[in-house]
């Protein structure tokens, strides 16, 4: 039995057909599904879903489950993934040189910039093909003005014969600590090997060393270290617990330090890991990382209310100074820095 079909009704069926291809077409490329970030755990994956996920990504239909361990397993399992077709992670944040790692070893792809569209606002010296940075800040000398009544200028202050026994460093930032000590002894940040011969220097002054951040944060506050290298996100931190601290710039430079987001070669939903990032550089989520943090956002247009950028932010006078660190010559010698630290240094 045949249909008898309108010209009108003809042309109807024919719009709403052209609209679902259209919405199907659209629908293609739209964000949506699981998505795997992996990250740290503690206050920074608590903010990541309070400030970033719940408010930009959750209301685009991805459903987003943090994948939370330390750094080391986290690479590790990136490399040990490498060969699969399908990875456990759509996004990685990792430091900047535990990205830069990542990318020599073919786990990252390089990034599509054209579908970030904050990209260009990103300061140039935090640029690369295969990550975008989420916060970072600036290795500073932490001191207290109380007992250290001349700020110091130079990382060779800490050197200081008045201060022997009142410096201290911390453990776990082994390679931060022997690279500025190379730079104040013949060293730069492609060679870190005069800094030995000066930390050792330091020892027999009776340098203490304290194993985490928080120890040092605790004997500031008792007055049993006088001065410190430290992060200045770390430093307004402190000082908002009531340290009695101030921060001051070394003349050898302001090195960065940070963490970003990249992407594996083989991650399941690359549409929402990019909906992701972008979400991460949206001005009200950096805005809060700040605030709660410390932690400088990766913009140049300064996205910050102006106290807050006063307090959390590199000094205009010292961004000429902002260094980047040398991120091959890590990845060849941290091994062997770590060991001398460990059996000569602490030994």
Request: proline share 7%; net charge positive; glycine share 8%.
């Amino acid at each position: 039995m045949g249909t008898n079909i309108s010209r009108r009704q003809f042309n109807l069926m024919l719009g709403a057909a052209a609209a679902t291809s259209m919405s199907k077409a659209f629908a293609i490329g739209k964000p949506k599904g699981n998505l795997v970030v992996g990250t740290w755990g503690g206050d920074y994956g608590k903010f990541l879903r309070e400030y970033i996920i719940t408010p930009f990504v959750d209301p685009q239909g991805i459903t987003t489950a943090l994948a939370v361990a330390q750094e080391p397993p986290r690479k590790i399992k990136l490399l040990a993934e490498r060969p699969l077709p399908h990875g456990t992670m759509d996004v990685a944040a990792l430091t900047f040189d535990g990205m830069s790692e990542m990318w020599k070893n073919g786990v990252l792809q390089k990034l599509d910039i054209s579908r970030i569209p904050r990209y260009a606002g990103i300061a140039e010296f935090l640029k690369n093909p295969y990550s975008v940075p989420h916060i970072y800040t600036g290795r500073v000398i932490l001191y207290n003005p109380d007992k250290v009544k001349t700020a110091p200028t130079s990382y060779e202050d800490l050197w200081d014969p008045k201060y022997a026994g009142k410096v201290g460093v911390i453990d776990i930032q082994y390679s931060t600590t022997i690279e500025s000590a190379a730079l104040i002894s013949g060293g730069s940040l492609s060679n870190f090997e005069p800094g030995k011969k000066k930390l050792l220097e330091l020892k027999k002054m009776g340098v203490r060393v304290y194993p985490t951040n928080e120890s040092m944060a605790q004997a500031l506050g008792t007055g049993e270290c006088w001065m410190c290298i430290m992060w200045l996100a770390r430093a307004r931190q402190w000082q908002d617990a009531g340290a009695p601290v101030k921060v001051a710039y070394p003349k050898e430079g302001v090195m960065v330090y940070g963490n970003g987001w990249g992407i594996p070669k083989n991650a399941r939903n690359v549409d929402a890991a990019y909906a992701y990032i972008n979400a991460t550089l949206e001005p009200k989520a950096q805005i809060a990382f700040a605030q709660h943090m410390g932690y400088i956002p990766p913009m140049t247009a300064n996205v910050l209310p102006a106290k807050l950028a006063e307090r959390v932010a590199i000094p205009d006078s010292e961004i000429k100074n902002v260094k980047i660190r040398d991120y091959d010559y890590l990845l060849k010698n941290d091994s062997q820095l770590q060991n001398w630290w460990n059996k000569v240094f602490k030994g």
